[in-house]
């Protein structure tokens, strides 16, 4: 069997556990708390974040691929590490201040993905959130290192994120009845930022090593963004549509 074949099915196979992890994770939500106002909002909040700025980080990775390769190929791998350091802090720098943004106006932005919301409900949508838009900073992050670890022939990796990821949510979900609630709300921010750090220490295996180096005008961020504008368009469709089921959702009963 070629190489080819066997990173194949193995990707196949560890996408599946995280799918099925993904499946029980929702069980475990409605096996304790139901179809509830919490489940509700818990949700929309986990969502938020998802919306918001992955149709960027999708775009974004994307065009990092071909641009990283361009470097490479013509600089070597220290230029194309600078460029990778480069968009790493700039797209953390962008989204903590996005972040802030939407901490200042989170009930308007809970409204916009759930109209529908009113009393308790949109309460404590707008508390979860304001805690998971820290996600967003870690979703940046997480789809620089994603493709660079496919750049450089490590595609299992990227394929098992969703494992710890799931795994810390459902160890949540069944902590939060004895500790309180936040800890499903904290323990989902921690699954998110788990994903970067189940990279980190793969990435540096292939040669990445992080450097606080900001250049908003290096001439290959200007090229970036020129990729990233009709890739987002393609991206954001599937998104909207998330955004347009999920606020129709919040008009009906609980659950």
Do not use: H
């Not at 909040?45 to 149709?55: A, G, K, L, R």
Request: aromatic share 12%; proline share 4%.
């Amino acid at each position: 069997m070629s190489n080819i074949a066997k990173t194949t099915i193995g990707l196949m196979f560890l996408t599946l556990i995280s799918k099925v992890l993904g499946f029980f994770r929702e069980l475990c939500l409605g096996s304790v708390y139901g179809a509830s106002a919490f489940t509700d909002a818990y949700i929309i909040s986990q969502n938020i974040p998802i919306v918001i700025f992955t149709s960027v980080a999708m775009a974004l990775g994307t065009s990092y691929i071909p641009l990283f390769c361009d470097i490479r190929e013509k600089s070597g791998d220290k230029e194309a590490i600078k460029f990778s350091n480069n968009l790493i802090n700039i797209v953390v720098i962008f989204c903590s201040l996005l972040a802030i943004v939407c901490m200042i106006f989170t009930e308007p932005i809970v409204k916009i993905f759930a109209m529908g919301f009113e009393g308790e409900t949109l309460k404590l949508a707008v508390e979860f959130t304001r805690i998971l838009i820290i996600g967003i900073i870690f979703i940046g992050v997480n789809d620089v290192l994603m493709p660079f670890l496919q750049i450089n022939q490590n595609y299992a990796v990227p394929g098992m994120l969703g494992i710890p990821y799931n795994i810390v949510i459902i160890i949540s979900i069944f902590a939060s009845p004895k500790f309180g609630y936040k800890v499903l709300i904290y323990g989902t921010l921690l699954a998110i930022l788990s994903k970067v750090l189940f990279q980190i220490p793969f990435a540096k295996k292939k040669g990445y090593k992080y450097k606080a180096y900001v250049n908003v005008k290096d001439k290959n961020i200007k090229k970036l963004l020129l990729l990233v504008a009709p890739v987002f368009v393609g991206v954001a469709v599937n998104q909207v549509n998330g955004l347009v089921d999920k606020t129709l959702a919040s008009t009906l009963v609980e659950g």
